[in-house]
Nanobody, 115 residues
């Protein structure tokens, strides 16, 4: 059974930091590209950061220089370190795994950044 379980969300003041974790199970984690998406109220879900199976990374322009994605293949986990958070970063953050046309999603974790 495939599972992606996000954790680390919460309420933080602007300028603060949070670290999200996504624990994966039920598939060969090291083969999969992993990513973090987010969805704010009334907006479409958008890519925040992606890390390939080879650990190449890609970031949305809005988070470049503030967020860092990383993965730990030994522990089947992907992380998102978020620094200098802004109120516009408020959203539900989702973990996604992808291998070819196979996609899995986590249930999401809420991040709220207060001004």
């Amino acid at each position: 059974q495939v599972q992606l379980v996000e954790s680390g969300g919460g309420l933080v003041q602007a300028g603060g930091s949070l670290r999200l974790s996504c624990a994966a199970s039920g598939f060969t984690f090291s083969n999969y590209h992993m990513a973090w998406y987010r969805q704010a109220p009334g907006k479409q879900r958008e890519l925040v950061a992606e890390i390939t199976s080879g650990s190449s990374t890609n970031y949305a322009d809005s988070v470049k220089g503030r967020f860092t994605i990383s993965r730990d293949n030994a522990n089947n986990a992907v992380y998102l370190q978020m620094n200098t958070l802004k109120p516009e970063d408020t959203a539900v953050y989702y973990c996604r795994s992808r291998w070819g046309f196979v996609n899995y999603w986590g249930q999401g974790t809420q991040i709220t950044v207060s001004s």
